[in-house]
């Protein structure tokens, strides 16, 4: 069982609409949880942390944890153009380690 | 806050040839920096975790001689490519593990711009 799996994607909304991000992970002691945003071509972009369970909301973007269920997801709200790109769910482990998923492609179309 | 830097961030070599890639922290000291190495369509693979003053841990299957790891300060880590062949041509991304700022955690990992190794 991988440690870190998203749902595979690609994805591809209207422009305004909701886009859904899943994410599982299977180790139950994580604490942290992070989504990054990554370009083709370019290297991961910090935008969203979670560590309690709930909700988090950061402009557009909201990062829901549910550590009993071992699930954290992210809704973009009002899908622009520019949200087109991968997203990588990465759960804290040992020694400082993240674990990646494979990432979800997302397109938005206009 | 918390900008990573890479350099060079394009690099093509010939076969045999060593490449050296550094990873600076540029607004905190980073006591830990991780290295990554990504080919196309593919996530991110984790191959090293480098501290400050110490030796560097790689993961299964990454060979320590062909990728040497040095964290000489709080703020720059150097990657060297040893002897470097085509199949080392990927994306190489740092990471270096961030300042305790208010909004993250002391675990959160800030991602350098990547280096594009070509080997020829």
């Known amino acids: 069982q991988k440690e870190v799996e998203q749902n595979s994607g690609p994805l591809s909304v209207p422009e305004g609409a909701i886009a859904s991000l899943n994410c599982t992970y299977s180790d139950r002691v994580s604490q942290s949880f992070f989504w990054y945003r990554q370009y083709s071509g370019k290297s991961p972009e910090l935008i969203m942390s979670?560590?309690?369970?709930g909700d988090k909301e950061d402009g557009r973007f909201t990062a829901q944890l549910n550590k009993a269920s071992q699930y954290v997801s992210l809704l973009i709200r009002d899908s622009q153009p520019s949200d087109s790109a991968t997203y990588l769910c990465?759960?804290?482990?040992?020694?400082?380690?993240?674990?990646f998923g494979a990432g979800t492609t997302v397109t938005v179309r206009a | 806050g918390a900008v990573v830097s890479q350099h060079p961030s394009r690099v093509i070599c010939k076969s045999g040839t060593s490449v050296k890639i550094e990873c600076r922290s540029l607004?905190?000291?980073?006591?830990?920096m991780f290295w990554y190495r990504q080919f196309p369509k593919q996530s991110l693979m984790l191959m090293a975790t480098s501290n400050e003053g110490s030796k560097a841990t790689y993961e299964q299957g990454v060979e320590k001689d062909k990728f040497l790891i040095n964290h000489a300060s709080l703020t720059l880590s150097t990657l060297t490519v040893t002897s470097a062949h085509p199949e080392d041509s990927s994306f190489y991304i740092c990471?270096?593990?961030?300042?305790?700022?208010?909004?993250?955690?002391?675990?959160?990992?800030?991602f350098g711009p990547g280096t594009r190794l070509t080997v020829l």
């Open positions: 979670i560590y309690s369970n």
């Open positions: 990471s270096a593990r961030g300042p305790p700022l208010a909004e993250y955690s002391t675990d959160t990992q800030y």
């Open positions: 607004d905190f000291q980073a006591t830990t």
């Open positions: 990465a759960v804290n482990g040992l020694e400082y380690k993240l674990s």
